[in-house]
Nanobody, 123 residues
Framework: QVHLEESGGGLVQAGGSLRLSCAAHGRAFSSYAMAWFRQAPGKEREFVAAISWSGSSTFYEDSVKGRFTISRDNAKNTVYLQMNSLKPEDTAVYYC????????????????WGQGTQVTVSS
């Protein structure tokens, strides 16, 4: 089992940057594929980015490609989301998620979730 804790959210102006972190507490962090999702008010939780167990593979939702970068440090049990060129439509609660067996953009595969961190982008 793994416990996830996000940090790094906040208020930023359009065009600015934030880096989210997700610290994993538990065993064998490197055995989990990790992902970031987000949920805006009144909307479904949607996929943002995912990274494979070793970090060698990543993929992104189309609207964040070229602006967001997911990475992980298995020695620190942490996954990151670097967000650049932020837009007001990026405003949402951002969640990290972990799964032992799947590397997917589907939220239904992920067994472990953090509590989320709020990102607000002002225009």
């Amino acid at each position: 089992q793994v416990h996830l804790e996000e940090s790094g959210g906040g208020l930023v102006q359009a065009g600015g940057s934030l880096r989210l972190s997700c610290a994993a507490h538990g065993r064998a962090f490197s055995s989990y594929a990790m992902a970031w999702f987000r949920q805006a008010p009144g909307k479904e939780r949607e996929f943002v980015a995912a990274i494979s167990w070793s970090g060698s593979s990543t993929f992104y939702e189309d609207s964040v490609k070229g602006r967001f970068t997911i990475s992980r440090d298995n020695a620190k049990n942490t996954v990151y989301l670097q967000m650049n060129s932020l837009k007001p439509e990026d405003t949402a609660v951002y969640y990290c998620a972990a799964d032992h067996t799947n590397f997917s953009k589907s939220k239904w595969f992920y067994d472990y979730w953090g509590q989320g961190t709020q990102v607000t982008v002002s225009s």
